[in-house]
C-alpha cells in the first residue's frame, strides 16, 4: 500500500515540471519586486536620519521599483493571455497604479498620501508574492499520464 507522500511526492515534481516560461518569468519579477520595495522605506529611514544621500538613493530606487511594477504588469498580461489566469493581472493592475500615483505623490512632496500609499503598495506586494508562490500559475486541465489533456469520449454511430 502507497502512502500519502508517496503519492504527493511526483505529483508535485510533475506540476513543477509543467510550470510555463511565463509564470517562471512572472515569479521572478514578483521575487524582484518585493526585494527593491523593501528597500524604499530604509532609503527614506537614511534620508530622514539626517544623510541626504538617502533622499537620491530612495528616487533612484523609486525608478526601480516602478520599473519593475510595469514589468511584472506586462508578464502578467503574458500570462492572462496564455494561461487563461486573470488574477496576476488584475492584482498587477492595481499595484501598477498604487506605485504610480505613489511615484507622483513623492515627487510633489505629498507625504500625507506618499506615505501610506507606501505602505499599502508593500503589503499589497507581499501579498501578491505569497499568492504567486503559493498558487499554481498555469491551465488546471487534468493531464493524463502522457501530458496531454484527456479528450472526451463519444459514441459512434453504427447505422451504415
Known amino acids: 500500500m502507497a502512502t500519502a507522500a508517496e503519492h504527493i511526492g511526483p505529483a508535485r515534481t510533475d506540476a513543477a515540471h509543467r510550470m ?17 520595495i523593501f528597500g524604499q522605506p ?9 544623510d541626504f544621500d538617502g533622499l537620491r538613493w530612495h528616487q533612484v530606487g ?9 514589468l511584472q504588469l506586462i508578464a502578467a498580461i503574458v500570462v492572462w493571455a496564455r494561461l487563461r489566469q486573470a488574477w496576476p493581472c488584475l492584482s498587477t493592475l ?14 510633489d512632496g505629498a507625504l500625507w498620501l506618499h506615505l501610506p500609499l507606501g505602505v499599502l503598495t ?3 506586494l507581499v501579498v501578491q508574492f505569497i499568492a504567486v508562490w503559493s498558487r ?7 493531464v493524463t499520464s502522457i501530458g ?13
Open 20 to 36: 510555463s516560461p511565463a509564470a517562471r518569468v512572472l515569479r521572478s519579477i514578483v521575487s524582484a519586486h518585493v526585494v527593491a
Open 42 to 50: 530604509v532609503f527614506a529611514g537614511i534620508y530622514l536620519s539626517g
Open 62 to 70: 523609486a525608478n526601480i521599483v516602478t520599473s519593475l511594477g510595469y
Open 94 to 107: 492595481a499595484l501598477a497604479a498604487a506605485e504610480t500615483v505613489q511615484y507622483f505623490a513623492g515627487m
Open 122 to 124: 508593500i503589503a499589497g
Open 136 to 142: 499554481p500559475i498555469g491551465p488546471a486541465a487534468p
Open 148 to 160: 496531454l489533456a484527456a479528450p472526451a469520449m463519444r459514441e459512434e454511430d453504427d447505422s451504415e
